[in-house]
């Protein structure tokens, strides 16, 4: 079994690079360097800490402030939802269809648009299930 305090001479040494009597001048240059990098890389965790809290705060109070003036609302189809969706027509819903709608806003406007819609629901049909549309 190897001496303990030789593994912690060892040690040491590798802990202060650039201090052995036979360590040429360029070999001394590395080691501080090495030192410095360290140190700059551990000065900066607290930084990026930081930054990267404020970012996520402000980032929560910007999906809160949307999420608010969201709400939900039952809308009506206008057309008949397809009854498969057709590749390469614009976006789809999770069920791969979309139908064209019409719904009232809290503040009373009508709107149209596409909202996601089971294949084969028939124009009239009343959609609320998981829809929140933006108010606008």
Request: hydrophobic share 40%; charged share 20%; aromatic share 4%.
């Amino acid at each position: 079994m190897p001496d303990t305090s030789m593994y912690l001479l060892r040690l040491a040494r590798r802990l202060r690079p650039g201090r052995s009597p036979v360590a040429r001048g360029s070999d001394r240059i590395e080691a501080a360097a090495l030192v410095i990098v360290v140190l700059l890389s551990l000065l900066t965790i607290p930084v990026v800490v930081t930054h990267g809290q404020r970012s996520y705060a402000h980032n929560r109070q910007i999906a809160e402030e949307a999420m608010a003036s969201r709400y939900e609302t039952t809308a009506t189809l206008l057309a008949d939802a397809p009854s498969r969706p057709r590749a390469g027509r614009g976006p789809v819903s999770e069920n791969g269809t979309r139908a064209q709608a019409r719904w009232t806003t809290s503040e009373g406007i009508e709107l149209t648009g596409a909202v996601p819609a089971s294949s084969g629901m028939s124009a009239g049909s009343e959609y609320r299930s998981g829809l929140t549309l933006l108010a606008r």
